[in-house]
């Protein structure tokens, strides 16, 4: 499953430098505007501790996380939507992500410089969304246009399209996000191929001084960011990126201790993978035992034959049934044994959802 998150922000927020925290890609950093200019693509591992405790249990030779992708796009300035500083390739970069992570200056430092001039979380991110909305008015407004045509002479696409393009067009207009609406499950299928900008799901991200890491409640600017995230019902994160850097840098084993000394208890990254897994709506099933353990990304509302075919088409193509333990079961039995002897084990069908946490065995005959 190939979803990617894409980091955006004004220039010189700390995209680069989180994305290399993020993936130890090493993307260019430079103190300057447009630094990153062509997009850079990571893949990083999902965090996932119920991994390590499924190799305790059932040892394996090998164990691979699942992973998800992160790309690092070059800053967005004023204008951006109509061609300033390289907008317009910016926004065509942002077009192609499933999800937006919104980094925002949330520290004070003479000596890194601000395209604005001064340090203003909400005006920053205010200019990111109003480019954002502007280029999706002008985008909705020329398919508005021709639909308008077309569905005079009944065309049922068209006169489906119509009244939603409507309802987008009057929400940005009011300064609103197209994913401020609420779409049933036809709409939103028609909605996903107008390719907008606004509908992706966003995570505010506000880069922190060191001092405020272990409260970012205690930053006046982290604050104003979760107001005008919490306004939007999406998440915002507090991360000092220039530390995450620092600890991604670090040997694992030495991690912990660096987070127990700056009073964290787990790092700002882990947060990010985990909350941008969430945001776009993914969860994690596992199989176990022989030469891997290892975690797989479905998306919520998967069912086990669909699951079956993200490790090999042919496990969906012949599916017959997945033997099923829940892994909060395997964790309180402590061994397979015990958990079927307790009747934990289950038979699942072709109708089956996949929950989060489940661990697979799947029969398939091709």
């Not at 991994?51 to 059932?58: A, F, G, N, S, W």
């Not at 939007?232 to 600890?247: D, G, K, Q, Y």
């Not at 964790?331 to 958990?339: C, K, P």
């Amino acid at each position: 499953m190939s979803l990617t998150a894409g980091i955006v922000g004004l220039p010189n927020v700390g995209k680069s430098t989180l994305f290399n925290a993020i993936t130890n890609a090493g993307a260019e950093m430079a103190n300057y505007p447009f630094a990153t200019i062509e997009p850079n693509v990571g893949v990083v591992e999902v965090p996932d501790k119920r991994l390590d405790r499924l190799q305790e249990i059932i040892p394996a030779k090998k164990i691979i996380p699942t992973t998800f992708e992160f790309t690092d796009i070059a800053g967005i300035v004023k204008g951006a939507s109509k061609g300033e500083g390289l907008g317009n390739k910016f926004l065509a970069n942002i077009r192609e992500v499933d999800a937006i992570v919104h980094i925002v200056r949330a520290f004070d430092d003479p000596n890194i410089t601000s395209v604005t001039g001064t340090v203003d979380p909400k005006d920053d991110i205010e200019t990111i969304n109003l480019e954002l909305e502007i280029a999706d008015l002008d985008s909705v407004t020329k398919r508005l246009g021709r639909v308008e045509k077309v569905a005079r002479a009944h065309d049922k696409e068209a006169m489906a399209e119509l009244p939603l393009l409507q309802r987008i067009k009057k929400a940005l207009e009011e300064g609103k996000p197209a994913r401020s609406l609420e779409f049933n499950k036809d709409e939103a299928k028609i909605v996903k191929g107008f390719f907008l900008l606004t509908t992706k799901p966003v995570i505010y991200v506000a880069n922190i001084s060191d001092e405020s890491i272990a409260d970012p409640m205690q930053s006046p600017y982290f604050k104003v960011v979760k107001e005008i995230a919490d306004s939007e019902n999406s998440p915002a994160l507090a991360i000092s990126v220039r530390t995450e850097e620092e600890i991604s840098e670090l040997d694992p084993s030495d991690r912990s201790d660096f987070l127990a000394d700056l009073g964290a208890k787990e790092s700002g990254l882990d947060q990010l993978i985990q909350a941008t897994y969430r945001l776009l709506g993914l969860g994690t099933f596992f199989t176990a035992g022989g030469k891997e353990n290892r975690a797989w990304t479905y998306k919520v509302g998967t069912k086990a034959p669909q699951a079956a075919g993200i490790i090999h088409s042919d496990f969906e193509r012949g599916f017959i049934r997945a033997e099923t333990v829940s892994f909060s079961d395997l964790d309180q039995y402590g061994s397979m044994e015990a958990v079927k002897e307790a009747g934990r084990l289950r038979i699942e069908g072709k109708d089956y959802v996949v929950q989060d946490g489940d661990i697979f065995e799947f029969r398939f005959n091709v």
